[in-house]
Structures are given as structure tokens and as C-alpha cells.
């Protein structure tokens, strides 16, 4: 039974950072890709980062680059997303998620549907 566990959310002021770690049990993930998702509100989920486990390639939505980023700790089977400069509009329940590496193209993995496992999810509310 594959299990994601967010953890790592809470309440920032602008400018500010947070954290989120993802503890993925219940297989062996080195040949998935590991996504973070978020969805605000009122919006469909959007995609924030992706991670290869093998290899660590990663991918990011053009509103967090340079802000967010993506790691993994093989050791620890853990992914995590720093948050860097948050802003208001960051504001969103964020989602860890898991996809078989089977494609090359990283644009396959910029679509929530590509994704088989879910966590339940950790709220960041970024207050301005």
C-alpha cells in the first residue's frame, strides 16, 4: 500500500519560508517521479515541482522557479519543497504526489492525471 505524508505546512507572512517534507512508504520509488501540486480555492490543482528519484532531475512551473525548490533523501525515502520569498497568491493546500518515471519527457509530468498516488495534502497560507 503506497502512502504519502505531507507534513511541513502553516501560516507565513510575505517574504517569508517554509518546508514541506513528504514521507513516501509502501514501495520502492527509485524508478518514480515525485510531484508537488497545489490548488487554491476556487482553482483547478496546478503543478508546482517535479523530481526524478533516480538521478534528481527536476522540473519547475514557471511561477516558482527560482523561489521553490525540490529534493529528495533517499535514505530518509522522503521529498521535500523548500518555499522561498512566498507570496500571497502562494496560498493553497499543496500536494505530494507519485508517477512511474516511464516517460522521458518531463512535460508528462506537469499534469496532475499522470499521477497514480496522492497525499491528503498540507495547507500554506501566506498572509500579506
Known amino acids: 500500500q503506497v502512502q504519502l505524508v505531507e507534513s511541513g505546512g502553516g501560516l507565513v507572512q510575505a517574504g517569508g519560508s517554509l518546508r514541506l517534507s513528504c514521507a513516501a512508504s509502501g514501495r520502492t520509488f527509485s524508478s518514480y517521479v515525485m510531484g508537488w501540486f497545489r490548488q487554491a480555492p476556487g482553482k483547478e490543482r496546478e503543478f508546482v515541482a517535479a523530481i526524478r528519484w533516480s538521478g534528481g532531475s527536476t522540473y519547475y512551473a514557471d511561477s516558482v522557479k527560482g523561489r521553490f525548490t525540490i529534493s529528495r533523501d533517499n535514505a530518509k525515502n522522503t521529498v521535500y519543497l523548500q518555499l522561498n520569498s512566498l507570496k500571497p497568491e502562494d496560498t493553497a493546500v499543496y500536494y505530494c504526489?507519485?508517477?512511474?518515471?516511464?516517460?522521458?519527457?518531463?512535460?508528462?509530468?506537469?499534469?496532475?492525471?499522470?499521477?497514480?498516488?496522492w497525499g491528503q495534502g498540507t495547507q500554506v497560507t501566506v498572509s500579506s
Open positions: 504526489a507519485a508517477a512511474r518515471g516511464t516517460y522521458f519527457s518531463s512535460n508528462y509530468y506537469f499534469t496532475a492525471t499522470s499521477y497514480g498516488y
